[in-house]
DNA sequence: GTGGTTTGTCATAAC
DNA sequence: ACGTTATGACAAACC
């Protein structure tokens, strides 16, 4: 059944998608919010397992919203909200045409051959398919919009992939249609260009996703095989030709000219780059429209310094850096956590920032330039990873290389370079997210830092623990005005205070005790706050959970951890198919989905002998997922496999008890068979349990380690508050000994005479009247208060 | 080979 | 009493 609702429900979705391709509009909210439940299940699916008691109720927490915000089936939530999302922004998509060249630009800027962008930097990208949809159909078909190719419309293989879909007839001929649109002339010409772009110095790294195909190969490869298999070939050797295709092959300068009548290549070159971004961002969140950005980011470069910054960018994508998976992983998240951004806002931003971070030169950047400093660069430097490299393993770190602006900057080896123009953008950027401790030294030495309320926290605590560095403690309370007593008093709440922290040999950089008194004290404090920006709130992967933490970053010592949650939360086993990075990773993540979903149900579709091989390959991966299939079955699947038990094991488990009394009843099953069907059911109820019990145990550290953190900031803000009204009292005890100074020295006795300042002193009444009085008396007086007050305290 | 991690399973208590 | 859930503990598989 399950597997029947995730088919109807992609199918569903597509024919959606298809009505309002033709001007049909089709409200899924209607059909939602009208409680209607049997659609309201087909399409959002009942709640996981992981919903507690959602064994007796499950039918009834079929929105989503009913969903423990703790299950792991939050995931395929998403996952089916996301398609909502997709399908209801259909009818408010307007990307303008000028985005096609856009593509087609970046395409060139990767081959380091710069094409002209003659398109509009302002990209117009609906939000709602911004962050969430740029993977997704409905950025195909505005991207193709000035294709000229009325053909080939759509592509859903993004969505697809992304969404671990069973690939759908519409699909499959839409894979037929864009990959027809190349004749066997246009791919040879696109090879000769592409092997001219290659002499020019065009790394032909750049173009290596080979593993990636192979990859998105094994996710579809019927619609794979049924787009052309010319260009499989072409994608198995890295070639990506498109780009080529706008640029002179001998000088390597763009010809914009030619784009218009690129026609059937130019829908191709889109269908690639789609399938580019999707094989190199499986999340269909993160692999969204931002690439066409960064790429009229570039082309604009490349028109302002056409030549010279060609070769560059030759030099830089040649120079592409790695990082390590989890910190890629840590930047996945850290945009996932961006998701939540307000639509208008993300739209503003996106057309904005193109050309902020394109190149210094302000009369390229005309009016956007205004909006540059609130853009919101995340979308672009996502995509320009997407669109740029092979791995969308390195994505993040490849907006900070030279490509990021390459008309204004000179290549440099190191990636996590920030020009200084680009620092507020960035900071707008990453304040959300987990990469403020990575970026954080960088930040320091850009000069142009702007902390935005986007990210308050990270920046403002920082700001906060400098001010704190500043401000001495002891300093302070030796200076005139503080009694011994004071200051000690202070450091020892100072030394409290930093005893609190928990656990501040997180840090490499923890200081050493050897450091005395206020030093150390204020130094301690402000490498606690640190930590708390730099720990673990990167935990918070359930970002639509706990997005609030997104402030915090995920650096310092917890990228295992976060990895960990990364995977937990964004199991979805089809998404990670995708990722040649884990294809090593054989644990069976598969927790709830039903097997068929997750190994099987590539629709195979008739081959052509010429790609015979290829078949035999695919059909061999078949295979071996078939293989796997069995292997990775559990024991009780074998076992009820074994025993020929007539329904699925999810049946067994996941059946209310009434109905599973029922199908016990209805078939004649022996005793050991009924015996091991309670004992699947057993076994099933309490993995989940295991499961659930082992996530809400995570979370609960999660929340532990945020309220620890919560509790930094918040010590240190009431640190530096204290030392502001240490600070004032002082202040106000100086001005007091002027006037008193002042007052004494123009007091004069019955004979004219000064009072001596050594033999009197002033003393102020409760009243508000001041005495003068002769010191004996004065100090007589005061060694008698305290007596007085002691002898109260007898009382 | 060892140690850490992930996952499944069992036993048990609690609801 | 029965079914389900929660959780500690253990073991197997994997890296």
């Not at 000994?737 to 004494?744: A, C, I, M, S, T």
């Amino acid at each position: 059944m399950l597997y029947l609702k995730k088919y109807f429900t992609e199918g569903l979705i597509q024919f959606t998608i298809l009505l309002s391709l033709i001007g049909v509009r089709v409200d899924v909210d209607t059909y939602l919010n009208n409680q209607l439940p049997p659609l309201r299940e087909i399409i959002l699916g009942p709640s996981s397992a992981y919903t507690q008691a959602q064994f007796h109720n499950l039918r009834n927490t079929l929105d989503g919203y009913g969903i423990h915000p703790k299950s792991v089936d939050l995931d395929r939530f998403f996952t089916t909200r996301r398609l909502l999302n997709q399908v209801r922004q259909l009818d408010r998509i307007s990307v303008p045409t000028p985005e096609l060249n856009t593509w087609l630009v970046h395409r060139d800027s990767e081959t380091v051959v710069s094409a002209g962008s003659h398109s509009s930097p302002t990209i117009t990208l609906d939000n709602g398919a911004g962050l969430d949809n740029a993977n997704s159909p409905d950025a195909t078909p505005a991207m193709r919009g000035g294709s000229g190719a009325p053909e080939s419309t759509y592509n859903l293989n993004a969505a697809e992939s992304t969404l671990g879909a069973v690939a759908s007839e519409e699909n499959q001929e839409q894979g037929r249609n864009g990959g027809g649109d190349l004749t066997k002339e246009d791919i040879d010409l696109i090879d000769i260009l592409w092997r001219q772009d290659i002499d020019l110095g065009a790394g032909r790294e750049v173009f290596n996703y080979s593993n990636r195909q192979k990859e998105t190969e094994e996710e579809k490869p019927s619609s794979q095989e049924n787009k052309n298999g010319t260009e499989q070939e072409r994608w198995r050797n890295g070639v990506n030709s498109q780009g080529a295709q706008p640029v002179d092959g001998e000088t390597g300068e763009s010809i914009p000219e030619q784009l218009p009548a690129l026609g059937s290549q130019t829908s191709l070159s889109l269908q690639e780059c789609l399938r580019l971004l999707e094989a190199t961002f499986p999340f269909g969140q993160e692999s969204e429209f931002p690439a066409p950005v960064v790429a009229t980011e570039t082309s604009v470069s490349n028109e302002d310094i056409p030549s010279t910054s060609q070769g560059l960018l030759t030099q830089l994508s040649q120079a592409e850096p790695q990082l390590d998976l989890e910190q890629q992983w840590q930047d996945i998240m850290a945009i996932m956590e961006l998701q939540t951004m307000d639509a208008n806002a993300a739209l503003a931003q996106n057309s904005s920032s193109v050309v902020s971070v394109s190149n210094g030169t302000p009369e390229s950047n005309n009016s956007n330039f205004v909006h540059a400093t609130r853009s919101t660069p995340i979308n672009q430097d996502v995509s320009l990873h997407q669109a740029t490299l092979p791995s969308c393993s390195q994505d993040f770190p490849q907006m900070f290389t030279p490509q990021f602006d390459t008309g204004s900057i000179t290549p440099r080896p190191t990636m996590l370079r920030l020009a200084s123009g680009n620092s507020s953008n960035i900071n707008s950027t990453f304040g959300a997210t987990n990469l403020t401790g990575v970026f954080l030294p960088h930040m320091n030495s850009s000069s142009n830092i702007t902390t935005t309320p986007i990210l308050p926290d990270p920046f403002s605590v920082l700001l906060e623990e400098s001010m704190l560095d500043e401000i001495s403690l002891l300093d302070l309370a030796m200076e005139e005005g503080f009694s011994q007593a004071q200051a000690s008093q202070l450091e020892d709440e100072l030394d409290s205070d930093s005893g609190l922290s928990l656990d501040s040999g997180h840090s490499p950089a923890s200081p050493s005790s050897s450091e005395t008194s206020c030093s150390s004290a204020a130094s301690s404090s402000s490498t606690s706050a640190t930590f708390s920006e730099e720990g673990a709130v990167g935990y918070s992967t359930d970002s639509e959970v706990a997005a609030p933490e997104a402030e915090d970053g995920a650096t310092g010592g917890y990228q295992p951890g976060f990895s960990k949650l990364c995977r937990m939360s964004y199991q979805d086993p089809s998404q990670f198919h995708n990722l040649p990075q884990l294809d090593n990773i054989s644990h069976n993540h598969t927790y709830n989905l039903p097997l068929s979903s997750a190994f099987s149900d590539r629709p195979e579709l008739p081959l052509s002998t010429a790609k015979k091989s290829i078949r035999d390959k695919q059909s061999s991966k078949l295979q071996q997922h078939q293989d796997l299939l069995d292997k990775h079955a559990s024991r009780d699947e074998r076992r009820a496999r074994a025993m020929k038990i007539p329904f699925s094991n999810e049946k067994i488990i996941n059946l209310p008890v009434e109905e599973f009394n029922e199908l016990l009843a209805k078939h004649h099953l022996s005793e050991a068979q009924l015996a091991l069907i309670r004992d699947i059911r057993r076994r099933g109820k309490n993995k989940m349990a295991a499961q659930n019990c082992r996530k809400r145990k995570l979370d609960t550290i999660i929340n532990l380690e945020q309220n620890v953190q919560e509790l930094r900031r918040d010590k240190a803000r009431l640190l530096k508050e204290k030392m502001e009204f240490i600070r004032s009292i002082r202040q106000m005890k100086q001005k007091m000994h002027g006037l008193y100074q002042e007052v004494f020295t123009q007091l004069r006795d019955e004979e004219g005479r000064p009072y001596p300042p050594n033999e009197y002193s002033l003393q102020y009444g409760s009243d508000g009247s001041v005495l003068i009085m002769p010191r004996s008396m004065a100090n007589a007086e005061q060694n008698r208060k305290p007596e007085k007050k002691q002898k109260d305290k007898k009382k």
